[in-house]
């Protein structure tokens, strides 16, 4: 079997919800799982809505306007999603009384886009002669921890869904993507923004699926963000290190975590086009044969560059320790560290409030400097592994353009080298670099 996951642009509209049937009946020889997403638009709409419920305005009309506005086109009876609309109503109403609007209550508000889209999609393919069903993604036994916006799998889920899902007599099975259920307590969790991508390979894991494809509106992973450059290319190969890379370092066509449980059982994950299905896009697999040196250059932004100073106690037993305790205690992900003599700095994707509870700890024996709107800029490949040069190509190409470097790290293994830069560098830092490497 296979795991077809479609993202929000892929049904957003009817044409491209026709396409689908055509994609799905193309493969139903492969006994295809479906994911979706939430129509394109309503998860941002569904974030605002809870936005405004807390600051005293719950409404749902722009919702209900795209919603029912599709289903309208698609000749789906809007008593599909009825019930659905009416308890984001209550919801929203809820927020807005008690003023008050926790991580676990904006993770349910977040839910109702795919839950609507996966029962619109069902009805859409079975007007199109497809024998689906839809299933919430939690009724198939997706279970995860309870870390709200964030959540991860849980280990029994893997089997469970394996076993709910052979119960279920239907050609194409459509299931949620991005959301979950807590095995703490039954509440609705999400997997981030773009999640979708990792509940398709979750799915894939657990059913053992020959392939995963996911299904976007690029030609895959392209060799930079083509808004940036004109000239970027499709990626055809990708090793599933290299996928993590780029994923977790800015590409933002995978989820960061979507490659994890490829890994496991060794499934190939495919990205593809839906408005060019011929396309090859790119394949993601253990081995790939194509080793350029350079796969991508990719970029995440508006970082905060945190240096922390402390000259009386820096490498003395206990003190790296001392500093990452409290950013465990804090739930603080850092992306890019660098340690000298008298200071360790690090970039985190935190905003300046979240992160003050943190630096006022840190303050106790350490002078904290703070700088905002930094970015990484990376070149990922394995191919760079022991070829000589590149990291000077790199800084070179990245000076002569006038881009100051603050911060540099390559890991041992080799596969990226990352350098930290200004956000208003971004633009030229990826232009230059992609023309060094890949023009
Ligand atoms: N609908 C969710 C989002 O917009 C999840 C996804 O599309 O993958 O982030
Ligand atoms: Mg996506």
């Known amino acids: 079997m296979i795991v077809m996951k479609f993202g929000g642009t892929s049904v957003g509209s009817k044409d491209s919800i026709a396409n689908i049937a055509t994609l799905i009946k193309s493969r139903l020889d492969k006994k295809p799982l479906v994911i979706t997403s939430a129509h394109s638009g309503i998860t941002n709409m569904l974030i605002e809505a809870a936005d405004n419920a807390l600051k005293g305005n719950p409404d ?42 926790s991580p676990k209550t904006f993770d349910l508000v977040q839910s109702f886009g795919e839950r609507m889209s996966c029962r619109v999609l069902a009805a859409a393919m ?4 497809i024998k689906a069903e839809a299933k919430d993604a939690f009724d198939l036994g997706l279970r995860t921890d309870s ?28 299931t949620t993507g991005f959301i979950a259920k807590s095995a703490v307590d039954g509440n609705i969790t999400t997997l981030g923004r773009g999640g979708s991508d990792f509940s398709a390979t979750i799915f894939g894991a657990a059913l053992d699926a020959d392939e995963v494809e996911i299904w976007t509106d690029v030609n895959g992973v392209m060799t930079a963000d083509p808004g940036i450059c004109k000239n970027a290319k499709s990626i055809p190969q990708l090793s599933f290190a290299e996928a993590s890379e780029l994923a977790w370092y800015g590409a933002k066509v995978l989820h960061p975590s979507t490659i994890l449980p490829a890994v496991k059982k060794d499934i190939p994950v495919r990205v593809l086009n839906t408005m060019e299905p011929e396309n090859p896009g790119t394949v ?27 000259s009386r106690m820096l490498l003395s ?17 850092i992306n890019m560290i660098a340690t000298s003599e008298v200071t ?14 943190a630096i006022d700890e840190l303050n106790e024996f350490s002078t904290v400097e703070v700088r905002d709107r930094h970015a990484i800029i990376c070149l990922v490949g394995q191919g760079m592994s022991g070829v000589k040069g590149t990291a000077a190509k790199m800084f070179n190409a990245l000076s002569s353009s006038g881009v100051n470097i603050e911060m540099i790290s390559q890991g041992a293994g080799e596969i990226n080298i990352a350098a930290l830069v200004k956000n208003d560098d971004i633009e030229t830092a990826t232009k230059v670099l992609h023309q060094e490497f890949f023009e």
């Open 60 to 101: 749902i009309t722009k919702i209900e306007n795209r919603q029912l506005g599709l289903m309208k086109d698609l000749g789906v009876d809007e008593s599909l999603v009825r019930e659905l609309l009416d308890n984001l109503k209550e919801l929203l109403n809820g927020i807005c009384m008690i003023e008050e609007l």
């Open 126 to 129: 079975q007007k199109a002669g």
């Open 147 to 174: 870390k709200h916006g964030q959540a991860t799998p849980d280990e029994e889920s893997y089997h469970e869904i394996a076993r709910q899902v052979r119960t279920i007599d239907a050609d194409v099975i459509i």
């Open 284 to 310: 993601i697999v253990a081995s790939p044969e194509q080793t350029d040196i350079a796969k991508s250059v990719v970029y995440k932004e508006d970082l905060l560059l945190v240096n922390i100073n402390s």
């Open 317 to 333: 037993h206990g003190f790296m320790a001392k500093v990452f305790s409290i950013f465990e205690n804090y739930n603080i992900v």
């Open 344 to 357: 360790i700095s690090l970039t985190t994707a935190m905003s300046i409030e979240d992160l003050k509870p």
